[in-house]
């Protein structure tokens, strides 16, 4: 039998995040190959990008308290398993009507990955300290997809058809089916308590909504639908904590709201949901810019952005190397803090002035982040209970993408606002484009490339102009924002002391948790 050992388990459950990351952003690219050759319309088009997040959204609180019901390795691997198969289906689909099928399944298998493989890094490193360079390389491997993916996108739809997108995920999938069992110890912890499925109905009506809302607030502005969505959603929401509170002694609550008691866990939970909120919409700008502003091709943009991954590589390694000697809240104020500065410096940076200024920016950015996304997520794992660390994991990633899609759509709003009020047309634009060139710079460069040389340069320099001066407006709000973030969490957090090591009586495989683990081991 192969030998146990924590960091190979780690590798078995970074690489499938990093594979798995990078295999959602490849899709952008793919897209209008997808389109082309099934005959997507719009709506189809919009489903077959959408479903995986909404699903994923949605069902993540479901998976990540099934798995401390029936073993995180077993949902794990079940997990695994539904992803390679749904990913497969996807590449060879027929039709639009297919593939949303099929990625209506990635996004409910992938549910159940991030939640369990953060539980059981929890259960594999006991000690905070080593717990949070555990974390951080998981962190590293998943959230370098993003920027990786539009590359690795490029080389494989320059030589492949479209499907073979969806074929990143299968190789590390089988990995970890192969080897998971060998490496990663099952941790449950079995409640007798009927498991609550009104409340992960009401969960669903709760997320689906909100997170349709918020997307579609942030792609076409105010409408009713969306605003009917959301409002939906928060009244499911509240029917959805309700619940939980009046939970008796024969049901179990989906979502144990006694975790909220504890302030660190509560204000680590909080500000990673705004420090995703401001920096994923950041990134999401600066992205944009530049490909709009910069004209840089997605696969150019995406080697630009390397030096920023590479920072936010090296945050994540030596913020828990830091948290060894200072204070913690100390720590993930004073990085957010250097966030803020790097946000500011953006505001400093004209339109014109190419890459380099504002990919350094960005790399002071990320820099910064490092303490609180890796020391805010072992502060959730680590003040939750054993029996509660996949419901902890789940609220952990269920944070980040509300954060993320709530600051696309705010500032996201934002941004186009200052847009139209800023954009300055040229004299002698044809009616008809009009509309399209003071919509967003988007459709203004769309508009340019079909109007003669001078007109349409003239209007190209007006809509990056105008564009920049979005992007200024939100990064000096962002600043401001991430400037007071860093002020509550020192407030919160500074009890913290710096991290040590666990007592020596607790054995590296996660001795806390007990006899129904070692029963699933064998």
Not at 121 to 149: N, T, Y
Not at 223 to 239: D, Y
């Amino acid at each position: 039998m192969m030998k146990r050992s924590p960091w190979l388990g780690l590798a078995v459950l970074a690489l499938p995040a990093l594979l798995v990351s990078i295999d959602v952003f490849v899709l952008l690219l793919a897209m209008p190959r997808i389109a082309e050759q099934l005959h997507a319309s719009s709506t189809e088009q919009l489903w077959i990008l959408d479903v995986y997040g909404f699903l994923l959204s949605g069902f993540m609180i479901t998976m990540g308290t099934l798995g401390d019901r029936i073993g995180r390795r077993r949902l794990l691997l079940l997990g695994a398993a539904g992803f390679g198969v749904a990913s497969v289906v996807a590449a060879y689909s027929t039709g639009p009507v297919m593939l949303i099928a099929a990625r209506a399944a990635l996004g409910i298998a992938g549910a159940t990955l991030a939640p369990s493989a953060l539980a059981l890094i929890s259960g594999l490193f006991p000690d905070p300290r080593r717990r949070g360079l555990a974390i951080g390389v998981w962190m590293v491997c998943f959230m370098s997809g993003a920027v990786i993916g539009p590359v690795v996108g490029g080389l494989l739809l320059q030589h492949f058809w479209w499907g073979s997108a969806f074929l990143l995920g299968v190789p590390p999938m089988l990995l970890l089916l192969v080897l998971g069992p060998r490496l990663l110890p099952e941790q449950r912890h079995p409640d007798t308590r009927a498991f609550d499925l009104p409340s992960v109905g009401l969960s669903l009506g709760a997320i689906l909504p909100f997170v349709y809302g918020v997307k579609e607030l942030a792609r076409g502005g105010l409408s009713p639908v969306p605003l009917l969505a959301v409002a939906a959603a928060a009244v499911l929401g509240v029917v959805f904590v309700r619940r939980q509170v009046s939970a008796g002694p024969g049901r179990e609550p989906l979502l144990d709201l006694r975790l909220f008691r504890d302030r660190a866990f509560a204000a680590a939970l909080a500000g990673m949901f705004a420090a995703t909120m401001l920096t994923g919409a950041m990134m999401v700008f600066i992205t944009q810019h530049l490909q709009l502003v910069d004209g840089l091709s997605p696969r150019a943009a995406g080697l630009w952005l390397l030096p920023a991954a590479i920072a936010t590589a090296a945050s994540f390694q030596v913020a828990p190397l830091l948290a060894r000697r200072v204070p913690q809240g100390r720590l993930m104020a004073g990085g957010l803090l250097l966030s803020a500065v790097g946000v500011a410096a953006v505001v400093l940076i004209p339109a014109g002035a190419g890459p380099l200024p504002i990919i350094a920016a960005f790399i002071v950015t990320n820099l910064g982040m490092g303490p609180m996304v890796t020391l805010a997520t072992g502060i959730v794992l680590g003040s939750a209970p054993p029996e509660r660390a996949g419901s902890a994991g789940a609220l952990h990633e269920v944070s980040g993408e509300f954060g993320y899609a709530l600051g696309i759509a705010l500032l996201g709003s934002l941004g186009t606002a200052v847009y139209r009020a800023a954009v300055d047309l040229p004299a002698g634009l044809p009616a008809p484009a009009l509309a399209g060139a003071r919509d967003t710079v988007t459709s203004a460069t769309a508009v340019a490339a079909g109007l003669p040389g001078d007109l349409g340069d003239r209007l190209l320099t007006a809509a990056r102009e105008a564009s920049t001066t979005g992007l200024h407006v939100v990064a000096a709000v962002c600043a401001v924002a991430l400037a007071g973030l860093a002020a509550v969490t020192y407030r919160m957090l500074r009890h913290l002391p710096p991290l040590r090591a666990a007592a020596p009586a607790q054995p590296e495989s996660g001795g806390a948790h007990t006899a129904a683990a070692a029963a699933g081991d064998r």
